[in-house]
């Protein structure tokens, strides 16, 4: 498959697009629209823990009853350009698609990440489908095939992945971080724990709602591992 890696597609001529979780924490954010998929945006700006700017001439009442979070900002205006400085990452979610494709422009000028809600050809990046437990995050997308079978697939794995799933993750972060404290020169020690963990029965435990044995099982693992 030599042949087809370096192409950005594969053997069907699918286009991939590079997954990635991005920090916005603390990042300023504009959406542009105000309307309800405006508001899916802005939330899940919000839960991400980024400043959010909403512009728009006209607020949906979903986005009105948002007023007052934290971190939230709403100006009551067109888009004007200047609305760009200092943003990190931009939605243009407004009706006009000419609008939308003008500020869509600004942003790739200025190297400013743009998402346009209902045009993937003008982004430089798609929203996909998530589902999360915890610290565990997984993403859906059909690169824009069809967001509806995003969720729907996204719906199909929330039954499969159970809250154990979020529960095991940060117990594993927490070990990570004392098998790091344990073992700071031995790396080969480190990688034998860390697939012991995941591969032992822990998460079983947990599934059964047996949470101390499951702890138990953890400090077996980190500290009485045959070296
Ligand atoms: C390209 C993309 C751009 C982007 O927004 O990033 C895009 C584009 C468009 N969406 C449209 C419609 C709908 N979008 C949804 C829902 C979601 N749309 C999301 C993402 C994306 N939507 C990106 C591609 C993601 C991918 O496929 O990988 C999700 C995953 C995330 C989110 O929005 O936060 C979220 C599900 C969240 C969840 O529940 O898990 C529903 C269903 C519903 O309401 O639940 C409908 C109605 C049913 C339908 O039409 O399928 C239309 C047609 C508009 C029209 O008819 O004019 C376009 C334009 C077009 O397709 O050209
Ligand atoms: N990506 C997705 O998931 C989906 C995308 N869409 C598309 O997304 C677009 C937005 O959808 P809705 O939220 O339902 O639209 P809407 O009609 O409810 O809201 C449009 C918003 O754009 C604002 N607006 C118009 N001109 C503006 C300007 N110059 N500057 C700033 N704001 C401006 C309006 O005041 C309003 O708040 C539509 O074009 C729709 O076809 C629709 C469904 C799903």
Redesign the pocket.
Known sequence: MRKTLFRGEDVYGTKHLFPIFLDIQGRECLV?????????KVKSLLQCGARVKV??????SG?QTLAGEPGLTMIR???EETDLDGVFMVFC?????E??ASIARLCERRGILVNV??KPEECTFI?PSVLRRGPLSIAVSTGGNS?LWARRVRELLESVITDEYGEFTEMLGAARDLVKKTYPDDIARRQQVFQSLVDSDIFQLLRSGQKEKAKERMEQCIFSLPG
Do not use: H, I, S
């Open positions: 542009v629209g105000g309307g309800d998929v405006a508001l899916r512009v728009a001439p006209e607020m949906a986005v205006k067109g888009f979610a407004t009706d006009q698609d609008v939308n809600v209902d929203v967001p």
